[in-house]
Each structure stands twice: as C-alpha cells, then as structure tokens.
C-alpha cells in the first residue's frame, strides 16, 4: 500500500500547488492523495486520511448516486461530472466566512497499474501540460502578479537551461485554447483511450470552488428579477405602453422567452413578441387577428382545465403575485412543445378588477422530453428488473408469461398485451403450416378477451411467416391507414377490436417460437422508438425464460423416468423392494402420528422353482407379470401398495387396513391368482398356479420397526407353506391362525 501512496505523490504531487482540490481514490474507495488545497478547504491532513476510506470523513459518498457512478469510473468508464447544480459539494468543506463551498467536481479514470497523469488531467480540468525535449520534467506557466504576455515562462526544464522562478503570486495551468498548448484534443482523447482499456483504475476527482461564480449568478438572477419588477411598474398604463411600444418590442425581442400581454375583458391576446414566431411557428399578427383563439385552440386538450382555472385565480389576484404553470402548445408543424409560464396582473379596471395580465413563457420542452426519457429508462429497468427477477425465481412459464404482459400493458398504458405462441397444423394436403393461439393476454377492464383464439393458417402465410422469421417488428399505428399490410392480418385485427398493434417475435435460436403484441383498442397511437426497444428486449428476455422452462420441463421428466426406473421391477413393473422399504418406513411414521393399523402381505407362488424347471423360465417370467397383474388389481386403494419382494415373492402394504380388511385382501389375491388358471402340472397342491400368503397386522409406535413387522408377515408365510401351501395364515399378537 505504501508503494501506492509513493506512486501516486510522484505522480500528484505536482498538484499540490494547484488551487483546486484533487484526490485519487482507489476502488474500495481508500485514499491515495490529498493535495493541499484540501487541506486547507477541510482541515484534513494527508497524513491522516491517507489510505482510509473516504467515507469515513464523507459518509454520503458510499451512497448509491455517487458509488453508482464511481464505480463506472474504476471500470474505466469516460469522465464523470458532478454539477454544482445537482451536487453542491462532494467533499464538503467551510469557507472562513462559514459559507460552506459550491463545488463542481471532474472525476475521470486513471490506470492503476501505470497512471497517465497528464492525458487524465487534461480531460479531468481542461487544463495541460507541456512536455520539453527531454520529455522529464513538466512546464508549469507561473503568472506575476501583474500577467501579461511578456510575464509567462517556462519552469521545469531539463538541464542547465531551467530557469529559476520567484516572486509568482499564483500558478496557473495553460489553457486548452493558448498558443502554447501541445498536443492536439483528439492526441489526448486517443491517450486516454488507451489508458481506459487497462483492467484496474483509479478515480482522479478535480473539485473546483465556484462558490463565487454560483452567487454572482443568484445576483445576476436577482438583478433579472428586479429589472422584471420595473419592468411592470413602467406597463401599468395601456397607453403608455403603446407609447413606448418601439422601446419595449425591442428589449422583448431580444429576450429568449415568450412574451404576452393578454385582456380578460375582451378576451383576447393584445401583444406578443417576435419570439412567437421562433417558437410558435405564428406571427404575432395572425395570433393577434385570430382575437386569440388561434393560441388557445393550440393549448393540448389534458392542458386546457388548468389553463381555465388559472384564469379564474386571478380574480382574487394581488398586484405582484406571479401565477406559474406549464402546459403544451402545438407548433404550427404539429409537434407539441411543452412551456412554463409566469403571469401576473398587469392593468386593473377602475373598479380594481383585473384586466390585462402579462406573461411570459419559456420552452422547457427539451426538459420535458429529458424527464420523460428518464422516466421511461426508469420504468424500462424496472420492468426488465421484474421480469428477469421472475425468471431467476420461478420456472413456470405461465408464470412468467403472465407477469410480462400485465407488467408491459401497466408500463405502457395500453388496452391489450399478449402472447401469441406457434404451432404446427398438418394441412389436407399433408403439407406442415404454421398456426397459433393466444397464450396469456393482460386486458383493460373495457377489453374483450381473446385468450385461447386461434389465428388462422391464412394470417401466416409463407411471406409473413417469413417475416417474423428473420426478428423484424411490425408497428401499425393505425390499421385503418396501414399500407402494406395482409388483407387477412388487418382484417383479424379488426374483428379484435384493435386500431394500433405492435408484434415483435419471440425466437428461440433460429427458430421463431412466437410473437409479443402490445395493442390499442380505443385509438390510434404513434409508437415511441423507446416504446419499440422495450419490447424487444423484454422479447429477448422471454426468449430466455422459454429456453429455461423448456430445458427444466425436460429435466423434470427426465428424473421422473429415472425415479420410475430406481423404483420399479424391470419385469413386472411393480414397485421395486428399494421403493417397498422406503414406503413402508413412511406409512410407518405417519400411521404412528394417526395412530391408525397398518397390514402387510407377504405372499409366494407356490412350487414355482418346479414351474421353471418345467415350463421354461421365459414361462416362469410371463407367469410373474400375470401374477403381478392380478394382485395389483385385487388391491383397489391408492394408497397401497404392491411390491415385488424378490423371485417369485411379493409384498402388499396395506395403510389405514385392520386385520379383517387385510385378510379380505389376502383372499382376494388368491381367488384373481386362481382365475388366471396357469396350468403347473409338477405343482404338489394344484394343477395350476397357487399363492401362500402370509399376514400381519400392527398399529405402529415409535418402538416398532420396518424389519420386525416384515419379519413377522414372514414367519407367517413360512407356516403357510409348512402347513401345506395354497393358504393364508395370520401373525397377530404372536398367535398364529391359518384360513
């Protein structure tokens, strides 16, 4: 660490003479130069701010408006500028007088690795360095006292020729547009290029004072504000306005704003300047003809309630209060401009009633147009935020589906958003067409729902197919004028209701999978390219969420087969003895918490070695499966079941199942076991196959186990056989019965 405070005062230390502040950050926001003039400004030393985090004397710079953007800039991201405007100070510091500093701050990325000290500087102040022969050391321009052209010179070279400076009152850095500037603009903006493609940066912040500047401007606006005033004073009287109409149409024409004087008596505007002309597209004579409704018919139709109610405040006006509003006026070409207008009263009547008001207005449209954009990008990441957030959450595409149209039509203040989705349809002619239906829809409360509708083959022809295929956007403002367009696609579109559409495709790799449409049912609507580029990416964005779901989907089956092959026998597609000892362990628990009986069936074909010896063991396999179907049939719940034990073996658990309703089901099995009527000509009992069966019964505690129960069910069947076969003997409480 010291190696970087080291690097970074031989790199910096030059700026300690310098009358802004600078510092260097490092990425975790540590400290690796502090030059004097913030020393001075916050009674910081280097010494003890040195490598610690900056925040622990600045608290507000770990908050995420500055981290967000300093983080940029340790990316190596372009010069960053924090505005006197928006951040007053970034390190806050008191002036001697106890104002407390307006600072307008450059932070600009610097290579960790080998700092490009001058090149950043450059882009950082506006101000340069300049290089002598040797390339060594740097000039500094010094200015007397007195400066002048004849005063500069240069310091720092190399060699017996440095000169030796004193007496300089304040050094200064050479201008970017002085004659004595080196390297071209585009020279340094090519070094800082190369010096931004370096892995790890540091954040070089210039911080300027212009606490001065800032309050000769609230002066300047303050002496504006009072010359307004006298302004005022002196139009008082209309006929010494119209007097000295020359003089003022000038000084109105000169200022940037809208200037109006308007008569509530006769209701019309009297004046306008030539700024209604620039801004307006209108001469102020034909607004002035119009009696002004020429101006108030361009008023945005949402505008015109507040324009009403202004006009009512003045009734009770007082001379000097300034009524403020903004509202949008339509440019003679037709764009709407948005202004902020100032009226107050101007000339009362006789009777102290207002009558004239003046006015002015200023274009804040670009502001408008600013703050939207905004808040479009705003709403576009918070949406792509959901979105992506319910793709990481959920794999349900439903789910997923529906929260893209419901949050796109809620974003972008439309009747209808949907999902349309692909599929493939066998034509009489054998030939594979593309058709579709509506998947989700998120619809305004006036909007007739077309979920599940089916878009007809002839809708998606081979050309639109085709269209949608290569991931071009179709936009249609309004299908009663589109041009271009299928007949069978306007005429659907119609009979949805629908007078705007936006269908932007849904690919997943080459494939086109389906289409995102955004639909206006009650107008027609010129869609925003901001508007467009949501939708795409938000399409990009399903795409992702499809391929995720799809993949999973397969996945699930995937490990549902498996589970199926873990868990059943190969032959007879019962449940396997792995998949019988987990489901007794668990009928085991859960009939202990229910305190409910549970029978277990252990039965074996009986002679079945003979059988094989006999008919072969492909007859002896066939002979299991017809087995096994029969006892699965004879056992009718769906909570039991029937395993294959092992060979010709078989179990049966039997939950919620007393001992007289085990033994109804032990019978059974031998009954639908006899009527398979298998001959067995080498069986000792029959002539045909036979089971035994052995049978217990037990309400579980905790005490008893999986193995004794099995155990018991066992010696059951072992006395089964003893006892001649073909029977069903019973283990219950240590007495054992035969039937």
Known sequence: ????????????????????????????????????????????????????????????????????????????????????????????????????????????????????????????????????????????????????????????????????????????????????????????????????????????????????????????????????????????????????????????????????????????????????????????EEIIQGGGQL?????????????????????????????????????????????????????RTPEGLPKQILGTAEDISKRKWAEEAMRLQTERERLMGVITQHIRQSLNLDEVLNTAVTEVRQFLQTDRALIFRFQCSTHKSSRILKVGNVMVESLAPDCTSILGNIIPDCCLNSNSFAYYQQGKIRAIEDIYTAANFPRCHIALLKNWGVKANLEVPIMQGENLWGLLMVQQCKASREWQPLEIELIEQLANQLAIAIQQAELYQQLQAANEQLQRLASSDGLTHLANRRKFDEYLIQQLLILAREKQPLSLILCDIDSFKTYNDTYGHQAGDECLRLVAKAIQRAVKRPADLVARYGGE???????????????????????????????????????????????????????????????????????????????????????????
């Open 1 to 284: 660490m010291m190696n970087e405070i080291q690097a970074a005062q031989k790199e910096f230390g030059i700026l300690d003479r310098v009358p802004e502040g600078v510092c260097v950050l490092r990425e975790d926001f540590r400290v690796l130069f502090w030059n004097r003039c913030l020393e001075d400004w916050t009674g910081i030393s280097r010494s003890e701010i040195l490598l610690k985090d900056i925040g622990i004397y600045f608290p507000h710079l770990h908050q995420p408006k500055y981290t967000h953007r300093l983080k940029q800039i340790f990316e190596g991201g372009p010069p960053t500028i924090f505005s006197a405007q928006l951040h007053q100070s970034i390190i806050p510091a008191q002036m001697p007088d106890g104002r407390w500093r307006i600072q307008h701050t450059t932070v600009t990325a610097v290579p960790a690795g080998n700092f490009r000290f001058r090149s950043c500087w450059d882009s950082a102040s506006g101000y340069d360095f300049r290089s002598q022969d040797t390339g060594v050391h740097l000039d500094i321009v010094k200015l007397r006292k007195k400066p002048s052209s004849s005063n500069i010179e240069g310091v720092g070279e190399a060699g017996k020729n440095k000169k030796r400076v004193t007496k300089y009152k304040r050094i200064g850095f050479v201008k970017r547009n002085s004659p004595v500037f080196g390297d071209s603009l585009k020279q340094n903006e090519g070094k800082i290029a190369k010096v931004q493609n370096r892995n790890s940066f540091y954040a070089l912040l210039v911080i300027e004072d212009v606490t001065d500047l800032t309050h000769r401007i609230q002066d300047y606006r303050a002496m504006r504000d009072r010359a307004l005033e006298e302004v005022k004073e002196r139009k008082k009287i209309e006929d010494a306005l119209i007097q000295s109409q020359h003089f003022i149409q000038k000084i109105a024409d000169a200022t940037p704003y809208l200037i109006y004087i308007y008569d509530l008596v006769e209701k019309q505007y009297i004046y306008f300047n030539r700024q209604v002309d620039l801004l307006l597209g209108y001469t102020d």
């Open 295 to 347: 101006f108030a018919n361009s008023i945005h139709p949402e505008d015109l309630s507040q324009v009403t109610a202004q006009m009512e405040k003045f009734a009770i006006a007082q001379d000097g209060d300034i009524l403020e509003r903004e509202y949008r006026i339509k440019h003679r070409s037709g764009e709407w401009f948005w202004f902020h207008s100032r009226e107050l009263v101007f000339m």
């Open 649 to 739: 073996e078989f179990a049966v658990i039997l939950p919620n199942t007393d001992l007289k309703g085990g033994l109804r089901v032990a019978k059974e099995i031998q009954i639908r076991v006899k009527d398979l009527q298998i001959p067995h000509t080498a069986s000792s009992v029959s002539d045909t196959i036979t089971l035994s069966a052995g049978l217990t019964c037990v309400i579980p505690t905790p005490d008893v186990s999986p193995n004794e129960l099995v155990a018991t069910a066992d010696r059951a069947l072992y006395q089964a056989k003893k006892w001649g076969r073909d029977r069903i003997v019973m283990n219950s409480e240590s007495c054992l019965s035969q039937v």
